[in-house]
Every structure is written in structure tokens, then in C-alpha cells.
């Protein structure tokens, strides 16, 4: 098993292990279990994770002599709501979960923020593990302690700040994952060749083939490559105040066609269309080269990923969500552009015309 430290402002009791491996179910409910750090567990799982595992999880940690209780959750960003995170409190408060109990969040992006979200706030903070089952989730959303639930106005608008006791990775959860779940976690990791590493771009694009098989000893290059990439981005910057910005890279667009699409986009195909968007306006405005933005559409549409907005989803609606981004200061919308491959920037604001001649030409 291979573990890979996040240490964060000196501070031991923030800083926590990612641990990654292949068929390490055991081994994780050992550690959890020695670590012994509440005296009651809470799984939280969807109903899909749930078929999959969560019996057997939570069965597995009652044999080591822990107290566990599960949660289930409907599947899918229509649970990213506030009334999702308020049936869990009131069925934790019903349990009579205290703050010397623990979550564990077992599944995608979707469980995994709800879950800190509940974990950062219910009894002001208790603690939890992430235990992602996605490639999105184990390369991007359970690292780095960003938690978030959706608006109507829009995706990610309440959220904290709450770091998990721990990430177990276990690559054998890709056995199982759907073709489109699994081309979702594939466009955060070429985000992550594109901000940061010109060799982890080499490698996707010359290992397509292995990687779309699921190659496990690639895909566990990759998914190292991925999780030290945001891990030291983190430690630097753990608030997002500063350098953890540019791994919002393709996400400003994409999490506006994800809203406006009433999340029939997924994370991964919005990143994908915002991520092309991104190397186009960085084109547009001289700062990248065409040869660097044709390699990057050129290995995006490589992974089965989309290029194209839908035409169902108009200009205007788009331009109207990324007025109330998270990430806007004032009415500036700040992207995060390109010089040229491995070399982000955060700009200060695109104007309306360039971003509209854009998503025209994406619709295209």
C-alpha cells in the first residue's frame, strides 16, 4: 500500500495520510479500527455503493468490533442538496451520534462532499474518513478538504473548509465503475497533466489504450501522479486563497454548463468542454500557443470526452451563471488561463464578448 502524506500548516492534528492500493478493503477497516479515534462509526453511502458494498463494509468493521450504523443516500448530484444534509443530521441525531462518533463516507464526489459537509458542521465538527469508489473522487474531490452542497442558483454554493481523518484509495472499486463514471475521473487527471506536469501529459497520451483497460499498474502511476499533484498544491495553499486556484482550470465554464444542464452534464464531461473553453480564450488572448491547445483538445477527445457544448443550453444561461460563480470577486470572473502546457495563471477577468465567442464556437 502506498501512502502519501498531506501536511498542512504544521498543524499534525489537520494533516492525514492518503493510503493507496489494490484489493486493500481489509486493510483499511483494520486501520480505521486501530486507530480507534470515536466510539461509534456512521457509514454514508449511495444506493448504488450500497448494493456494491456497503453491507459488506459495515459488516466487516462490526467483526472488528466497532459500533456501526449506515445511511444511505439516493444516488446521483440531485442529493447534493441542503435536504439531504438535514435528513442525515436528523437521522444521526436519532442514533444518538455524539461528538465522539465518526462518519465514513463511502462513494463518489457526491457522497464524499455531503458527507464532510454533515462531518464539518453537525455538532460543530466531528470526524471522518473518505473512502472514494470513483476515479473523479479518488483523484480530485476527496483530497484536499473542500466540502460543498448545490443551490438552484448553482453548483457548490455552501460549503466548508474540513479536512478527513484519512483517504483510502482502493483501486479495486474500479473493477466496477461504469465506462462514464470512469471517463469523468480521466478528465481531472488530464487537468492535472495540463496545470502541472508535462510528463504526466506524455504518459496519458501515449497510454491511452492501457488506461481506457483499465491497466491496473498504470492506473496506479496516474492516480499517484494525480493525488501528489493536488497534495502539494494544498499544503501550500489549503484555503484556496492563492496557488490552489489554478486547479479550478476548465471548472468555471464546466460548472456552469453542469447547472444549466440540470446536471444531465456530468462533473467530468462539464470539466472536459470548460477545460477546452479555457485553452481557447488563453489562444484568444495570446498568451498559448495553437499547437499546445490543439494537443490539449487533441487528448481530451482522445478519452471519449466531449468538445461540444449542447445547443440545448444557450449562450446567455451560461454567461448568467458564472455571475454567481464562488470564485467571482465583485463582477470579475477570474479563469485560470494558460501560458502553455504545465504553466497555469489566474487572470484578471475575461471580458463577455471573448467568453461568448467561445461558447459559440464550442456549440458549433
Do not use: W
Amino acid at each position: 500500500m502506498n501512502k502519501i502524506k498531506v501536511n498542512l500548516d504544521r498543524k499534525i492534528s489537520a494533516s492525514y495520510e492518503i493510503c493507496i492500493g489494490h484489493n486493500i478493503s481489509d486493510r483499511i477497516e483494520m486501520i480505521i479500527a486501530k486507530n480507534n479515534c470515536a466510539s461509534r462509526y456512521v457509514v454514508v453511502t449511495d444506493s448504488n455503493v450500497s448494493a456494491l458494498h456497503g453491507e459488506r463494509f459495515s459488516t466487516t468493521l462490526k467483526s472488528m468490533g466497532l459500533t456501526v450504523d449506515m445511511i444511505e443516500i439516493p444516488e446521483g448530484e440531485a442529493s447534493k442538496n441542503i435536504n439531504t444534509v438535514l435528513d442525515i443530521a436528523k437521522k444521526l441525531i436519532k442514533m444518538g451520534i455524539d461528538r465522539k462518533s465518526a462518519l465514513i463516507a463511502l462513494g463518489g464526489g457526491v457522497v464524499g462532499d455531503v458527507v464532510g459537509f454533515v462531518a464539518s458542521t453537525y455538532m460543530r465538527g466531528i470526524p471522518y474518513y473518505q473512502i472514494p469508489t470513483t476515479l473523479l473522487a479518488q483523484v480530485d474531490s476527496s483530497i484536499g478538504g473542500k466540502t460543498a452542497i448545490d443551490l438552484p442558483e448553482g453548483k457548490n454554493l455552501l460549503g466548508t473548509f474540513y479536512q478527513p481523518k484519512e483517504v483510502f484509495i482502493d483501486l479495486s472499486f474500479l473493477d466496477t465503475l461504469p465506462s462514464r463514471e470512469f471517463k469523468n475521473g480521466m478528465a481531472e487527471i488530464i487537468k492535472y497533466g495540463i496545470i502541472d506536469d508535462t510528463e504526466l501529459f506524455s504518459l496519458l497520451e501515449s497510454k491511452a489504450k492501457a488506461i481506457m483497460d483499465r491497466d491496473m499498474s498504470i492506473l496506479s502511476l496516474i492516480i499517484g501522479k494525480s493525488c501528489r499533484i493536488k497534495k502539494d498544491i494544498i499544503e501550500i495553499d489549503e484555503k484556496e486563497t492563492g496557488l490552489r486556484r489554478i486547479l479550478n482550470f476548465g471548472h468555471t465554464i464546466g460548472h456552469a454548463i453542469e447547472a444549466q444542464s440540470d446536471y444531465s452534464v456530468s462533473h467530468g464531461d462539464g470539466v472536459s468542454i470548460g477545460m477546452i473553453a479555457g485553452a481557447r480564450i488563453s489562444e484568444k488572448l495570446k498568451h498559448l500557443s495553437g499547437q499546445d491547445r490543439e494537443k490539449i483538445e487533441n487528448l481530451i477527445t482522445a478519452y471519449g470526452l466531449p468538445c461540444r457544448i449542447p445547443r440545448s443550453i444557450g449562450t446567455d444561461e451560461i454567461v448568467s451563471r458564472l455571475r454567481v460563480d464562488k470564485k467571482k470577486e465583485g463582477d470579475t470572473v477570474k479563469f485560470v488561463l494558460l501560458k502553455k502546457l504545465g504553466m497555469p495563471f489566474v487572470n484578471g477577468g475575461v471580458s463577455e464578448e471573448i467568453i461568448k465567442e467561445t461558447i459559440r464556437e464550442l456549440k458549433g
